[in-house]
């Protein structure tokens, strides 16, 4: 059967459908500008985890379980579902762990940052440029032989870890189970964490939009590489419409507030706005993936991308457990260190892994 969704309409019409997705979340709850954020709501599960104790960003996120679901639905559904494995895991989780703190410094993953675009706040330019730069010094790896290494086919069985956590934790927020007096699991009273979507709008949206990317093969990190590398506007053109789409809707549930002081959830540092970006755009190409695009492979079956996510998930944890996370107050005390040492970090392992490349 032909896949419609992998065509140059296809993409489009995804990016539209996350796009108008996204706005409608926050429409029906979910934090202003955070219709969707793979960081922030994996950072929120975190919380509510108890991995750790910022008390306005603890809720587990239905969105999240869905993406996973919806792919891994897909991929039986169309044969792709096919576990993978063994491509320098160790690695792809520091990876992760180092996306997330840079996307908690500038306050969104690639998806929020075009979606803080589209809902008039002006920080998500500098946002929008260090993710590009960051993917650009990736993309110069990549030409260069980069590689993590090859994975390795694992048994079916393997390939349903990340979809039975995903069940899991979907399960702990239905029945609200409490492991002890005052949690885990643990809830917002307060903050973006006590803003949500009823659970069923939110776990049928993300199960519709897993289902989507998976067929689509969307990715922000992806587009972006593609053009550079082989100027290839396919994947760019769905991540076009998302913005597009979730600009107009914004206008019309009266969602858009343009400017740059007082965004939610937003700060106006524009230079760690744009380091922040930058390291989780590196880190990104290097781990082959976005953060939404790496919840989507982990459904096909790919461990790595696992791997990756629950990198991303402890990263959260060690963001605002360690004073790394920022705030509508500004960035936080050690949150500049982290960056540089992240930065560090992906530029060791680009260069290193460019020697076993040869």
């Known amino acids: 059967m032909k896949n419609i969704f992998s065509s140059k309409a296809g993409i489009i019409i995804v990016g539209g459908i996350i796009g108008i997705i996204a706005a409608l979340l926050q429409y029906f709850g979910n934090p202003a500008n955070m219709g969707i954020c793979v960081a922030c709501f994996e ?4 919380g509510a985890l108890g991995l750790h104790r910022a008390g306005v960003v603890q809720y587990l996120r239905p969105e999240i379980m869905g993406f996973v679901l919806g792919a891994f639905a897909a ?29 908690l410094v500038f306050l969104g993953c ?4 075009l979606l803080r675009l589209a809902g008039g706040d002006g920080n998500a330019i500098l946002g929008i440029l260090g993710l590009i730069f960051g993917i650009f010094i990736g993309v110069q790896f990549l030409k260069r032989g980069f590689t993590l290494g090859r994975s390795y086919t694992q048994a079916k069985a393997s390939g349903w870890i990340m979809p039975g956590f995903m069940v899991a934790l979907f399960l702990l927020l239905v029945f609200k189970v409490q492991f002890a007096e005052g949690g885990p699991i643990f809830f917002s009273e307060k903050g973006p964490g006590s803003q949500y979507a009823p659970i069923f709008v939110s ?17 922000t990190m992806g587009a972006f590489r593609d053009v550079m590398i082989t100027k290839d506007f396919h994947l760019i053109s769905g991540v076009g419409a998302l913005l597009l789409f ?15 002081e007082g965004q939610p959830i937003a700060h106006t540092n524009h230079v760690w706005n744009f380091l922040g970006m930058t390291l989780a755009g590196l880190a990104f ?54 960056v540089v040492i992240g930065l560090v970090f992906c530029l060791v392992i680009g260069f290193s892994m460019l020697q076993r490349a040869k």
């Open 43 to 46: 950072r929120d599960i975190a």
């Open 75 to 103: 991929a039986l559904f169309a044969g792709e579902y096919k576990p993978r494995g063994g491509s320098a895991p160790l690695i792809r989780f520091f990876l992760g762990m180092f996306a997330m703190i840079g996307a």
């Open 110 to 113: 690639p998806w929020r940052t």
């Open 203 to 219: 776990i049928i949206a993300g199960l519709i939009i897993g289902t989507l990317a998976q067929r689509s093969r969307f990715c």
């Open 246 to 260: 979730a600009f107009l809707a914004n206008l019309i549930f009266g969602q858009f507030n343009p400017g740059f």
């Open 285 to 338: 190409a290097l781990a082959g993936g976005c953060p939404g695009r790496q919840l989507f492979m982990s459904g096909e079956g790919d461990l790595d991308a696992g791997v990756f996510v629950i990198g991303m998930i402890v990263g959260a944890g060690f963001a605002h457990n360690f004073a790394l996370a920022s705030s509508p107050k500004g960035v936080a005390a050690f949150g500049p260190a982290a």
